[in-house]
């Protein structure tokens, strides 16, 4: 079936496929902008594929740098030696999500859209680092306290426009005003 329609499609999910030939399928793939994988590897794959805008993997996954162009990236279970990695190799991305494990390790200077979803510790740093994030999500964030809050509106305040806090966060009654006072 994916044989007789690579030339037309454009979206790929594949999940918890253990063998399959996925160089002579997705190369094929010429119009492909958008990747799912899930439980799946890319097990001989070795030409990058441009087309691809949008990649939504588990990691670790060790043909991440086969979509150069990809804009916008979802992950889950990122440690830092993987977030180093993507960091190398996505240098386009402008739309992060992270979905459990943590952000430590990802250096990427072109985020303007972040989502966090059941992240452990994130750092100030992260911030300071990534000020040109305008639309933040946090969810579930395990350790949102004011001084983290703190550091997010203090170093993305200026062109923060949509900030949004989801689930399960410590928040303070302090917060608002933290929000606040530091946000246009």
Known sequence: FLADHVDTLETLIVERV???????????????KFLHLEETLLNDLEETIPSVVEVKVQLPMQKINMFPNAKKLFIENATTANNQVLSDVMKRVTDLSLKFGNCEGILMENITKMSFMNVGDIAAQFFVQHNK???LTLRNIFHLDDNLLQAIVEN?????????????????????????????
Request: proline residues 2%; glycine residues 4%.
């Open 18 to 32: 253990r063998s399959w030939d996925s160089s002579n399928i997705i190369k094929s793939c010429r119009n492909l």
């Open 133 to 135: 994030i305008t639309d």
């Open 156 to 184: 993305l305040g200026a062109h923060l426009i949509i900030l949004r806090i989801f689930g399960i966060n410590q928040l303070s009654p302090n917060a608002l005003n933290i929000i606040k006072d530091n946000c246009k």
